[in-house]
Structures are given as C-alpha cells and as structure tokens.
C-alpha cells in the first residue's frame, strides 16, 4: 500500500478540513471525494494501484473522519460540501484536476465540475451517477424531513455512544457490506478515542435528509455545462445499477463512459483492483500531456 505523503490540514471557518495525500510533490492532482458516513481512508487500496505519476488528494468531508463538525443548528447539504471542495482546492492551489468520487462524493463531483468546469479536467464516477434527481412531487416532504429531523435533535442531550474497537467493528460490518479489512481501514479516521473505550467520529447530524434538493430540470440545466470526460463504474450489486440502467443510454450520448463491474457499492475498498486498470487506463489516455501541478 502507498505510504500517505502526509496528513492534509484545511482550515475553514468552523474548524479544519483533514485528509490524507499521496503522490509526488509536482504530480498531475487528483482529487478523492469519498461516500456518505465513510472517509478518506476509503482510497487507501485503491490509490496504491493507480498511476503513481499522480498525487492524489483525499479529504474527510465535513461531519465525517477527523474533520471538524458544522456548528449547532447547521445543515450538511450538497451544495456545502461543493464549497469545502472549492475551499480546499483554493488553500493547495490546483487550478486543474481530476475527482474521482464515490457515492455521495461523486455527487459533490458533478455539481462541482457543473459550477467551475474550467477547473476539472476529468471525473470518475464510483458507483453512482453526477446528480441525484429528486421528484419534483416530494421535494416539500424531504425538505421537511430534514429540517424536523434537525429540530428534534436539537432538543436531545446527546451523548456519544462509547465502544471497544471490537464492538465498532461489529457495528460498521454489520451497517456496511464491507470486507473486515475495509472496515478496519475506515475505522483508522472513524474512530476517537474517549473514556471508556472509542466513539465514532462522524456527526450524527450526517443521518439528515438533504434539505436542498436537485430537481430534473436543475439537473438537465447543469448537465451541459460539465466539460470534462466522464467515466461511470457501476458494481453488479452496487446500490445504483439495476436504477441506471434507463439513463446509461443518455449519458453515453454524452460521450459518458459507463462500464460495470463485479463486486458492491465498496468495490474500490473492497476490491479495487476490479476498478483500478479502468481508472488508470481513462486517466492515462486523457492525461499523459497534461503539466498541471498542485
């Protein structure tokens, strides 16, 4: 596995944003989003199989791994998350990138690459698609939601559960489909140490539905503006294949590359090495004359 360059440190208004980077000082500069409640250990595997060339720079989102929490009575949105990238990439200077996002962070991908296009030069979408249509008929109800779910938790006195590692362990492969390896490698930044054993580290305000939703015409309006090449991997029993396969057509009209693969929606972690020629080969072909440097 490649030993992480360093530990990235981010500040931002209400605390920091952490992350891990790996890769040579002056590589091409990819940048790793991770999928809700994991971190930016999720690449670990998978970073140690793509083209060393590169650095790679992966961040614990806000709420999630050893980043700091919003502050009371804040919303996790998409649109937030799409600001932390900007902040990010603003404090290490890259002004051309790749993502390759899994998930929830391949979302925050394609709304990024849709608002600045003319910084990402190619996406790589892990077990999702860009955008997360929500029915126009239930946007009020999900808006709703995640304000009462907000509200409510509010008005708790909440104390962290506490664990020993081996009952967090237990807990993860029990919510997750996730090898213990995996699990263990999520749990590196998933874990703090507190009296009595550990607690997770993420926000449990992360639970809360999304109170800004993309409807299909924001989604079809912010489409066209996405520049760079776009290559989708589907896992076979992913959470999102058998739901995609009425927009693959589409998105290959748009010059998308879609492939799927064996494995479930933690391929890349837990098996990356089904996902990893086809990223390397992608990267290489849309990149060997590209000079940009963090």
Known sequence: MATPVSELVVPVPWGELRGRVWGPTHGYPVLCLHGWADNCGSFNPLVSLLPKECRYVAIDLAGHGLSSHHPPGVFYTLPSYVA???RVVDSLRMTKFSIIGHSMGAHIAGMFSALYPEMVDALV???AKQFVVTDASKTASKMRQG???MIQFEKLSRKKKVYTYEKALERLLAASPLTKQSAQILLERGLVPVQGG???SRDLRINFKDVVCVSLEMALEMLPKTQPRVLIILAEQGYFEKKLTSTIQFLKERNYLCLTVPGD???HLNNPQHVAPFISN????KLTSCTAKL
Do not use: N
């Not at 992608?282 to 072909?285: E, N, R, Y």
């Open 282 to 285: 992608f990267m290489k072909t």
């Open 265 to 267: 929606h933690h391929v």
């Open 125 to 127: 979408l892990l077990d």
């Open 198 to 200: 550990f607690a997770f």
């Open 84 to 86: 932390d990238v900007r």
């Open 147 to 149: 304000m009462d779910e």
